[in-house]
C-alpha cells in the first residue's frame, strides 16, 4: 500500500517496512530477478568495492536506505526500548538489551535494494515520544547518522553506519562499520554496540546476517558475545542463527548463554540455574508495523527521504520504467552539480545536525548537535 500525500510545494511517498513477510508484504517486487542480477554483475570482478555500484530502478525498492536505517529504531510492535528501561536489575537491562540489539537487524527482501541517499538528506519520525533523526554526513563514502531520544522513558541512542558492500562471486558481503550507543539516563548507562555484516547470497538465493557483535556497559561490567552465521553453499549450518554469551567482563565469568534465530525466537540460559527464558520473538517485534503517516505537511524539509525520492517512488510503484529511470538521473544530476559548485567555490559541506569526525583507528564518528530530538512532522501511528 503507497501513502502519498502533499502539495503543488511538497510530495512525499511513504511505503510499508521491511517484514519478515517479504515479498508478500513489500509494496514491490523485482521483475525477472536472476537474469537482471547476473546482467548486472557481469562485469565485476571478486573482491570489487560495490560501495558507489549505480542500480537501476527495477532493483530499487521505493525508498531511501535512510529510511531503511530509520525504521530499525522506529518501526516495531512490542517496545523493547521501554523494556530495557523499566528491567528492575542492571543483568536485567543487559539482557533486554541484547534482544534490542537483535531487534534492529532487519530482514532485507533479496533482489531488491533502496536507494542510496543524498549527501544531507534526512529523515525525521516520531513514534509516541520516540523521535527519531538521521542525516547522510557522508556520499563518498555513505556515512548515515542516526539520533533518537525519548523524553517519556528518558532515553537516548546515537548511531554512524558506514556500510562496504564488496562482491565475492557468488555473494556480495556489506560490512557495517560505525559505532552505535544506547544510553538509559535513569540508571546511568552506557551501552555499545556493533553491527553483523549483511551478506547476499545468490545461489542458493537468500539474504543473512553474519559475523560477530559485541556488547558492554562499562557501568555494569556486563558484556556479551553474539555471533551471527548462516549455512553453507551446501546447507550445512542453519539460517539466520544467534549465538553467544552474556559474561561479567572483570572476572570472564559466563553468566547466561544465548541462541536462537534473529528471524524467529532467541533464548537465554542461566549457567547456574539452567533455566532457559525466550529473550525475543520476532513476531511480537514485527506484528502489525503499521506505515508512518505526514501529520505536519508544512514542518517537512526538502532535504527529507520520502520528499527528495518522491517522483522516483510514484514511477517504480507505477513500474514506469522510464519515468523511474529520468527521476533518479534528475536527482542524482543535481547532487553532481551541487557538488562541483562546492568545489568551484572552495566550499566545504557541513552537516546540519552532527558533528562528524573520522581517525584510521576509530573510523567514523557522529555527536548530535542537539540534546534531544524534536517532534517530527512524519508519525508512526500507535
Known amino acids: 500500500m503507497q501513502v502519498s500525500q502533499g502539495n503543488d510545494d511538497m510530495k512525499v511517498v511513504l511505503t510499508k517496512p521491511l ?14 530477478f536472476v537474469q537482471r542480477f547476473l546482467s548486472l554483475f557481469r562485469n565485476v570482478r571478486p573482491g570489487s568495492d560495490l560501495t558507489n555500484f549505480q542500480l537501476t530502478p527495477q532493483f530499487n ?20 526500548l521501554q523494556q530495557c528501561n523499566n528491567a528492575e536489575s542492571s543483568l536485567e537491562r543487559f539482557i533486554s538489551v541484547v534482544a534490542w540489539s537483535i531487534s534492529t537487524t532487519r530482514p532485507p527482501n533479496f533482489g531488491v ?19 527519531v533523526l538521521l542525516e547522510q554526513v557522508s ?35 556489506a560490512e557495517v562499520l560505525g559505532k552505535r550507543q544506547l544510553k538509559l539516563l535513569n540508571h546511568g548507562e552506557t551501552y555499545m554496540m556493533n553491527s553483523p ?6 545461489f542458493p538465493p537468500r539474504v543473512d546476517w553474519i559475523g560477530d557483535v559485541n556488547i558492554c556497559c562499562q557501568e555494569t561490567g556486563l558484556e556479551a558475545a553474539l555471533c551471527y552465521t548462516t549455512s553453507s553453499l551446501f546447507g550445512r549450518g542453519g539460517l539466520h542463527s544467534v549465538k553467544g554469551k552474556i559474561y ?8 547466561y548463554e544465548v541462541e536462537g534465530h534473529w528471524n524467529s525466537t532467541v533464548k537465554a540460559k542461566d549457567i547456574n540455574s539452567g533455566k532457559e527464558t525466550i529473550i525475543y520473538d520476532a513476531k511480537e517485534v514485527f506484528s502489525e508495523l503499521k506505515i508512518a503517516v505526514v501529520e505536519d505537511l508544512q514542518g517537512i524539509r526538502p532535504t527529507e527521504s520520502a520528499a527528495v525520492w518522491n ?18 538521473s534528475t536527482v542524482e544530476d543535481n547532487q553532481r552539480k551541487l557538488a562541483k559548485e562546492r568545489i568551484s567555490n572552495g566550499e566545504t559541506w557541513v552537516p546540519n545536525n552532527f558533528i562528524v569526525s573520522y581517525s584510521k583507528e576509530d573510523g567514523w564518528d557522529c555527536s548530535p548537535i542537539q540534546e534531544r530530538v524534536p517532534t517530527a512532522p512524519i508519525v508512526v501511528p500507535i
Open 139 to 173: 556520499h563518498h563514502p555513505p556515512v548515515s547518522a542516526l539520533h533518537a531520544t525519548d523524553d517519556r522513558e528518558n532515553i537516548e541512542f546515537i548511531w554512524c553506519q558506514h556500510p562496504v558492500p564488496k562482491f565475492y562471486g557468488t555473494r556480495v558481503e
Open 248 to 255: 561479567q567482563s572483570s572476572s570472564m565469568k559466563t553468566l
Open 113 to 131: 535494494a533502496p536507494y542510496n541517499p543524498i549527501l544531507g538528506e534526512t529523515h525525521h519520525v516520531s513514534r509516541g515520544s520516540l523521535n
Open 61 to 80: 525498492i521505493p525508498k531511501s536506505q535512510l529510511q531503511c536505517f530509520g525504521e530499525s529504531a522506529y518501526s516495531f510492535g512490542k517496545n523493547l
Open 311 to 328: 517522483e522516483v517512488s510514484k514511477a517504480i510503484l507505477s513500474k514506469n520504467w522510464t519515468k523511474a529511470r529520468e527521476e533518479k
Open 19 to 32: 517484514s519478515f513477510d517479504g515479498d508478500a508484504y513489500a509494496d514491490y517486487k523485482a521483475p525477472n
Open 197 to 202: 555484516k549483511l551478506m547476499v547470497r545468490f
